[in-house]
């Protein structure tokens, strides 16, 4: 009766649960519901969160409290179980904290901030929504009133996460000549759904000092769920301004915070997910003006590969460019420790290869960014190697 006036009262969302022991006690009576104790806030231009529902929680700006009634367990641990790749199967465990016991019929924990990495968000990006497991856990130990035992019981319940919108990690390059187009290259998250449809059909940016000036990507190429290769035309007029750059689909926009929605919790950082705010930065043309060696320009031929040496030391390989002699490499936003230019082409006083080696594999895949100190030249693009099998 007093679940009854509870759900009567709360007009929460009964879902079906499961339990498993080891050993099987005699099963618990009583339907577990899920219900969001406090409101959350997500960023602008993403859905609304209804009242008392799961759906959305995954686009949750910091932390979500949840509140667990009825459980048929009284768990020590709960965890949430997302499916990160779309088969039916949660696999990636996200562990809640502050599981408290309020009363018999009530069970409150936080999804919390997953920092240093990304402290402005709960839930990880390799996960973009949709269905998922809740499994609370209760271990019971050996004792005068237990003959069996140590042993667990859980009791798993699924709930809706909702989709997740487009995640913009960063841009490259950064700083570019807004005379001529230009393709940046935005790493992220969730720019495919889970069935493969697009999630992205918008890529733009929004000057910082002027919300109001808004440049439409003329071209963009959803390169797989985590790359988007965009065409921009900033033109001339915008030199010296600096862009917050977004990508927009079906399930919302980017987040890509200037200022905290109104009942965010705090602390909270501004930016993206990463706490990063994610800017192309207008700079005025080259003298000489032209593309392709330019600065700022995007490459269109370079290419990477990897080698290992005898001892099974890993080095890049990076050619199908020009290299000025004083070029630095970055590789994911990682510095290797070593890079030699390689095979001066004595027409140009440039090199056609840079040889990277250590301490770069945790960059891999990522964006390789090389930089003239001296003639501001900028190269970008994905590379798509991986030192791991």
Not at 155 to 174: F, H, K, M, N, W
């Amino acid at each position: 009766m007093i679940q009854r006036l509870l759900f009567i009262l709360f007009g929460v969302i009964v879902c079906a649960g499961s339990l498993a022991a080891r050993p099987v006690p005699a099963t618990p009576q009583g339907t577990p519901t899920i219900i969001l104790a406090e409101p959350y806030t997500v960023p602008p231009n993403q859905p609304v969160p209804q009242p008392r529902s799961t759906v959305g929680i995954i686009n949750a700006v910091c932390d979500v409290t949840l509140d667990f009634v009825g459980c048929n367990v009284i768990p020590g641990s709960i965890n949430i179980l997302c499916d990160t790749n779309a088969d039916g199967v949660p696999e990636l465990m996200i562990p809640l904290k502050n599981v408290m016991l309020i009363n018999p019929l009530l069970v409150r924990a936080t999804v919390p901030p997953l920092g240093p990495q990304l402290p402005g968000t709960p839930f990880p990006l390799a996960c973009c929504g949709g269905k998922a497991n809740a499994v609370l856990s209760q271990t019971i130990t050996a004792g005068d009133d237990n003959i069996f035992g140590t042993y667990t019981i859980t009791q798993t319940v699924e709930i809706d996460l909702g989709q997740r919108a487009p995640v913009v990690i960063s841009t490259s390059p950064s700083s570019l000549d807004c005379a001529v187009p230009q393709n940046l290259i935005v790493p992220g998250a969730c720019f495919l759904l889970g069935d493969g449809k697009p999630n992205v059909t918008a890529v733009f940016a929004v000057d910082r000092s002027n919300p109001a000036n808004v440049v439409q990507s003329k071209a963009f190429v959803i390169v797989n769920s985590s790359v988007i290769d965009a065409l921009f035309d900033f033109g001339a007029a915008n030199a010296g301004k600096t862009f917050l750059i977004y990508a927009a689909g079906p399930n919302g926009t980017s987040r890509n915070l200037t200022a905290l929605p109104e009942g965010t919790p705090t602390p909270c950082p501004l930016g993206n997910e990463q706490g990063v705010q994610v800017t192309v930065t207008c700079r005025a043309a080259a003298s000489g003006g032209g593309t392709g060696g330019d600065p700022g320009s995007v490459a269109l031929n370079e290419r990477c590969e990897l080698e290992r040496d005898a001892a099974g030391a890993f080095s890049l390989v990076i050619s199908g460019g020009k290299y000025p002699a004083d070029s630095t490499l970055t590789i994911g936003g990682i510095t290797p420790k070593k890079v030699k230019v390689q095979d001066l082409d004595a027409a140009t006083g440039m090199y056609q290869k840079l040889l990277a080696r250590k301490k770069f594999c945790n960059g891999l895949p990522g964006n390789v960014v090389i930089t003239s100190p001296t003639s501001g030249r900028v190269t970008a693009f994905f590379c798509n190697q991986s030192c791991t099998p």
